[in-house]
């Protein structure tokens, strides 16, 4: 069975840090590009940051770039995203995806960044 299960959400206060984490199990790990996205209430996804499948491709939305990294531990089977100096709009849910021929999602954690 293919799962994808993201930890790490929660309220946090503008400026604090959080890091989302996304187990994945029941296929390849390494040979899927991770992605993650996010989502508010109401609106579209949003697109945030990829990883290749060996890690040494980054790419950021603009927004985030020298706030967030991505990582990924092919060993553990994990995705990280390290989210620094979070602002209000950073609140979403955000999840993560595998893609290769086929895509994977993961169910979502929670991100709040408020006062």
């Known amino acids: 069975e293919v799962r994808l299960v993201e930890s790490g959400g929660g309220l946090v206060q503008p400026g604090g840090s959080l890091r989302l984490s996304c187990a994945a199990s029941g296929f390849t790990f390494a040979n899927y590009e991770m992605t993650w996205v996010r989502q508010a209430p109401g609106k579209g996804l949003e697109w945030v940051s990829t990883?290749?499948?060996?890690?040494?491709?980054?790419r950021y939305l603009d927004s985030v770039k020298g706030r967030f990294t991505i990582s990924r531990d092919n060993a553990r089977d994990t995705l990280y995203l390290q989210m620094n100096t979070l602002k209000p709009e950073d609140t979403d849910v955000y999840y993560c995806?595998?893609?290769?021929?086929?895509?994977?999602w993961g169910q979502g954690t929670q991100v709040t960044v408020s006062s």
């Open positions: 995806i595998g893609t290769a021929v086929t895509s994977y």
């Open positions: 990883i290749t499948g060996g890690g040494a491709i980054t």
